[in-house]
């Protein structure tokens, strides 16, 4: 099943369940829900002109030809007799559905929404990752196993090594600057054009000092969702205070 297809009938379903959800609104909005005592009232002033029994349900329209609804007592079968006495028109039918089943239908609508809520959280994660760890940060952790990158692999940039140099030396040997009361840098701004090394710089830093490097895209921080992108950078900074000291690397 190709991209295509898929956002196609992605969409399609949510517009399916839109409209049962509206649809279903509707109907409810239109007809007035009534308690007994106040249906009676109506029948006794001589407002209802129509009822429709089916079980312990009754429809009908009053005269003003408002629908309404509402459900009778199981003890009080008399009510019947009051209506023809009003001469309301009375249809009696066989309520044939099963409870369950007029439980579904009512629940249909909120089950869909909750099902394509799901679908959709799953469609957007590529189908690898759970709805819940929607949030989450993709900032990908350089293995210890991979190849260690040191300053002598970076070369034509000895200016930024030596003034990094001291960040490396407070990430092997923090204390000894705690002493003194140093404070490390809160980041380092790597500019330049593509292809001049920024990545491998900062891998060198790590692979220098020794330390966990977390490398993401500033652009995984974009999300057509509101607060996706906070959630994220929240969740990076966390990785990062658990595995410190380390070097998170926000790329372009």
Same mark, same amino acid.
């Given at each position: 099943?190709?991209?295509?297809?898929?956002?196609?009938?992605?969409?399609?379903?949510?517009?399916?369940?839109?409209?049962?959800?509206?649809?279903?609104?509707?109907?409810?909005?239109?007809?007035?829900?009534?308690?007994?005592?106040?249906?009676?009232?109506?029948?006794?002033?001589?407002?209802?002109?129509?009822?429709?029994?089916?079980?312990?349900?009754?429809?009908?329209?009053?005269?003003?030809?408002?629908?309404?609804?509402?459900?009778?007592?199981?003890?009080?079968?008399?009510?019947?007799?009051?209506?023809?006495?009003?001469?309301?028109?009375?249809?009696?039918?066989?309520?044939?559905?099963?409870?369950?089943?007029?439980?579904?239908?009512?629940?249909?609508?909120?089950?869909?929404?909750?099902? @394509?809520?799901?679908? #959709?959280?799953?469609?957007?994660? +590529?189908?690898?990752?759970?709805?819940?760890?929607? *949030? /989450?940060?993709? $900032?990908?952790?350089?293995?210890?196993?991979?190849?260690?990158?040191?300053?002598?692999?970076?070369?034509?940039?000895?200016?930024?090594?030596?003034?990094?140099?001291?960040?490396?030396?407070?990430?092997?040997?923090?204390?000894?600057?705690?002493?003194?009361?140093?404070?490390?840098?809160?980041?380092?701004?790597?500019?330049?054009?593509?292809?001049?090394?920024?990545?491998?710089?900062?891998?060198?830093?790590?692979?220098?000092?020794?330390?966990?490097?977390?490398?993401?895209?500033?652009?995984? @921080?974009?999300?057509? #969702?509101?607060?996706?992108?906070? +959630?994220?950078?929240?969740?990076?900074?966390?990785? *990062? /205070?658990?595995? $410190?000291?380390?070097?998170?690397?926000?790329?372009?």
């Amino acid at each position: 099943m190709n991209a295509t297809f898929k956002t196609v009938m992605l969409w399609m379903s949510l517009l399916v369940v839109i409209f049962l959800a509206w649809h279903f609104a509707q109907i409810q909005k239109k007809e007035t829900s009534l308690k007994f005592s106040e249906f009676m009232t109506q029948v006794d002033a001589g407002q209802v002109q129509d009822a429709t029994i089916v079980g312990y349900d009754i429809k009908g329209h009053f005269t003003s030809r408002e629908p309404f609804r509402t459900t009778a007592p199981p003890d009080f079968p008399d009510y019947i007799k009051a209506l023809l006495s009003k001469k309301v028109q009375v249809t009696v039918e066989r309520d044939q559905t099963p409870a369950w089943a007029n439980m579904l239908i009512s629940w249909a609508p909120f089950l869909l929404l909750i099902g @394509f809520w799901v679908f #959709f959280m799953r469609q957007m994660q +590529s189908g690898g990752n759970k709805a819940l760890s929607f *949030g /989450k940060s993709k $900032a990908k952790l350089l293995a210890s196993q991979q190849k260690k990158v040191t300053f002598k692999d970076v070369a034509g940039v000895d200016e930024a090594k030596e003034e990094l140099q001291e960040i490396i030396e407070f990430l092997r040997e923090p204390q000894k600057f705690q002493k003194l009361g140093g404070r490390i840098p809160k980041g380092v701004l790597l500019m330049g054009p593509p292809g001049t090394g920024k990545t491998l710089l900062a891998r060198a830093i790590a692979g220098e000092a020794n330390v966990p490097f977390f490398s993401i895209s500033g652009s995984d @921080f974009v999300e057509m #969702f509101v607060g996706v992108g906070a +959630s994220r950078v929240r969740d990076l900074f966390e990785q *990062g /205070k658990k595995n $410190a000291p380390c070097i998170i690397f926000i790329d372009e």
